[in-house]
């Protein structure tokens, strides 16, 4: 939450949003749930966690503990709760989310995983020697672990680090890390915007692809973009809802969120690129086993 001071005029302003000449209002983002209608449908992607579930990582949270924004809290904390309580229905995007809903607000809700827009786009060509992670580059994405996990390969497994950052600090840290770690031979860093062509075809030739935030609110979309592309997934243990999508061993590897760990999971996948092949087939399965489909959300949104 960059602007804290901002956030109640924010607020007030998605209220008084007229939409009473619709039948149906159906809500994603946050602050979105204030908007007041009598058939609200709620589709509940996170809370402004920083003054939620990241309130005491000061690093996260980015302001001061302190009795001004203590009673910030306190009253957003108040406010979603009852906008969230007005809406017919809830769904959210992750079981994770849910559980926040139940635990901060009391609030009971259905998950409803979204799916990709034109996943048709992704495809496989092969499986070469690349993991890619393709994302934001922020601290709590962790693309730190994945170049420090490179020092302890022993295959000639390659990575690359695609994206945008909001801020020079964690790419400049990332480049010292790699110069540190002498990695620079393997590993790519391309701070940049990556187009959804270039994506689908980093995808399409990849080894495998990386994701592994810190306590993440929904599986990811790069997660599902690789999963599409039939390519399996390397994730940590402490991902959040990462998880919901990622079985260790069956369409991934789901490590300890240790260097060690990570580069183990990454020699498994260059050493046997019949197991990567087949986990990367599993991706793709994985993706009916837990109703990811546009029909489904529109059936449930719409009913």
């Given at each position: ?73 306190a009253a957003l904390h108040e406010a979603d709760t009852a906008a969230i309580r007005e809406a017919r229905h809830v769904f959210t995007n992750s079981q994770v989310v849910s559980d926040r809903l139940m635990e901060f607000n009391g609030v009971a809700s259905e998950v409803l995983y979204p799916p990709v827009i034109d996943p048709e786009r992704f495809h496989c060509r092969g499986y070469g020697d690349e993991i890619v992670c393709i994302c934001r580059l922020e601290h709590h994405k962790r693309q730190h672990l994945l170049v420090e996990a490179m020092q302890y390969t022993r ?149």
């Amino acid at each position: 939450m960059d602007a804290p001071d901002l956030l109640f005029q924010q607020m007030a302003a998605f209220r008084w949003v007229d939409l009473s000449s619709a039948d149906r209002v159906i809500c994603f983002r946050p602050q979105a749930h204030l908007i007041s209608h009598p058939h609200k449908i709620l589709w509940f992607i996170h809370h402004l966690r920083a003054f939620y579930d990241l309130w005491d990582d000061d690093q996260y949270r980015g302001f001061p503990d302190n009795p001004k924004h203590r009673g910030i809290r306190a009253a957003l904390h108040e406010a979603d709760t009852a906008a969230i309580r007005e809406a017919r229905h809830v769904f959210t995007n992750s079981q994770v989310v849910s559980d926040r809903l139940m635990e901060f607000n009391g609030v009971a809700s259905e998950v409803l995983y979204p799916p990709v827009i034109d996943p048709e786009r992704f495809h496989c060509r092969g499986y070469g020697d690349e993991i890619v992670c393709i994302c934001r580059l922020e601290h709590h994405k962790r693309q730190h672990l994945l170049v420090e996990a490179m020092q302890y390969t022993r295959t000639p497994v390659r990575l690359r680090l695609c994206g945008l950052s909001s801020g020079p600090d964690y790419p400049r840290l990332l480049e010292r890390l790699i110069a540190d770690l002498g990695v620079g031979d393997k590993v790519v860093l391309e701070e940049r915007w990556i187009s959804e062509e270039e994506k689908a075809d980093y995808l399409a030739d990849c080894l495998a692809s990386a994701y592994l935030p810190k306590d993440e609110d929904s599986y990811g979309y790069p997660s599902i973009e690789a999963s599409h592309a039939s390519k399996a997934i390397l994730s940590t243990s402490d991902s959040g809802g990462v998880l919901e999508l990622v079985q260790d061993g069956v369409n991934g590897f789901i490590t300890e969120n240790t260097p060690p760990a990570l580069a183990r999971a990454m020699d498994a996948l260059y050493a046997d690129k019949k197991l990567a092949a087949e986990m990367g087939r599993n991706a793709l399965n994985r993706l009916g086993e837990i109703n990811i489909s546009w029909s489904h959300v529109l059936k449930r949104l719409l009913a």
